[in-house]
């Protein structure tokens, strides 16, 4: 891993402004930029100091760093260093005063923790000259939407052919009308799948939240006989599908759609899809903090975020990206036209608040039940 605090010294004031990308010089850059692509640099190279981001590994960091981490260096002269720091060490970090981030990339539930701890900064919008904020889902004060993924309806389909697979959760909980070993989710990979439990019970998508937790769990007594595992890593819950232990079940998109592209014979029902949420962060104490607000204006703009889809299927958060992502690889996308009515945004702060209760009632149900 690398050390962030190797690479920010204590360093006078007048040496860090002689490092940092300035609003001035980037808003003279800016002026430079076409509406049809990225902004792109016009200063010294290496001589705007350096940006350290938090990274999360896998094929999602291979992907943003050749299309976001890289062109952002190319263009601006910034040194892009990546952490694979844990939440719980950024909290540390933030609780001590002693930052070595300057931006995190996180999931909802994680970027909320730090937002309630007060280790975000909050985001200068009014100062964004590559990216209109009105074209970006989800913003808020101290985080911006990066990416939308989702928990899917995954099935192996040589055991049910694609248009003969269950088409929503009340089919997938139907054992008679299609038999086979299942598969869903471990509150160890972050959160179980209660609302596929309501949905399969008849709950509809927009009156999911809050969760009625006895409905639920009554709903998922239903079904434990046909789970041979509840799955605690997206590598595992691919690798059963993939190798028919199991015939179907809940899996991230990307998970599958790794394995697709690789042949194995699996495929995506869409329908009641659970939309999640990654944010950008700029964080409190940064060191470079003035490269953090330019960064993610810069990482926002579409033409980036559809390049991102490029590598992994992941959705954008700017709605204008799909004018330059192809209908082939749309296709493929849960924020895609197609696709995002058909699915319901899962609710991050009800999970927030109610995670600890969720934890006992699950590790209760499943004592309980074998």
Known sequence: ???????????????????????????TAAVAAATAGPFIWTGRAGAAGKLVVRTIGGAYEEGVTKAILEPFTK??????????????????????????????????????????????????????????????????????????????????????????????WAEFWDVKKFPGPRMLTDLAAGAIDLEFALLADGVPKDKLY?????????????????IRKFWDTGALSAQMLA?????????????????????????????????????????KGAKNAENAQTFIDFACQPQLQADLTKYIPYGPSNRLAF???????????????????????????????NRSKVSERWSQWLLQKG
């Not at 923790?113 to 590559?130: C, D, H, M, P, V």
């Not at 809050?210 to 007594?221: N, V």
């Not at 330059?324 to 009800?350: C, D, G, M, T, V």
């Open 1 to 27: 891993m690398t050390d962030p605090t190797a690479e920010h010294g204590t360093r006078p004031a007048s040496a860090l402004a002689a490092t940092r990308v300035t609003r001035r010089t980037f808003v």
């Open 75 to 168: 263009a601006t002269g910034v040194e892009v260093v990546k952490v694979p720091a844990t939440l719980g060490k950024v909290l540390a970090m933030a609780e001590a005063g002693s930052m070595e981030l300057d931006v995190m990339d996180a999931g909802e539930l994680g970027m909320l923790s730090l937002s309630e701890k007060g280790a975000l900064e909050k985001i200068n919008y009014k100062a964004w000259k590559l990216t209109n904020p009105e074209d970006v889902d989800h913003r808020r004060d101290d985080m911006v939407c990066d990416i939308y993924f989702s928990t899917v309806l995954g099935y192996n389909n040589e055991v049910f052919p694609t248009g003969k697979q269950p088409k929503d």
């Open 210 to 226: 809050p969760i009625d937790l006895d409905r639920a769990f009554k709903s998922l007594d239903r079904i434990r006989p046909a």
């Open 243 to 283: 190798d028919k232990e199991v015939a179907l079940g809940s899996i991230w998109n990307g998970r599958l759609q790794a394995i697709a592209d690789k042949g194995a014979p699996v495929a995506i029902e869409w329908n009641q899809a659970a939309l999640q949420v990654q944010f950008w962060g700029p964080l």
């Open 323 to 353: 004018k330059y992502i192809p209908a082939n690889i749309a296709s493929r996308l849960p924020s895609s036209p197609e696709h995002k009515p058909k699915a319901f945004l899962q609710n991050a702060r009800w999970w927030a608040d």
